[in-house]
């Protein structure tokens, strides 16, 4: 079990966030995990190509500029 903590991150699997250097690449969380040192971490998919994967820090994708989450309303469709 994963000992991911939602608040920390504010994300959640099925949440999409774009790319701000490239506005047409969205990225569907995955899955949500910890790794063996404690840090969170995500898993993406992109949603137009199902073989390209990105894993980052929670951290990374909820304070740096380069994503930015997508409202569920205006979410592409796989």
Known sequence: MSMF???DSQ???GDVLVE???EKTHWRVEFLFDDP???AH???RRVDDATAAR???AAVLTSDPRFRRVP???SPEE
């Open 72 to 74: 569920r309303e205006a």
């Open 20 to 22: 701000a250097n490239r």
């Open 5 to 7: 903590r939602k608040s």
């Open 55 to 57: 894993t980052f820090a």
């Open 37 to 39: 040192n404690g840090v």
């Open 11 to 13: 994300l959640a699997v």
């Open 42 to 44: 995500v898993r993406m």
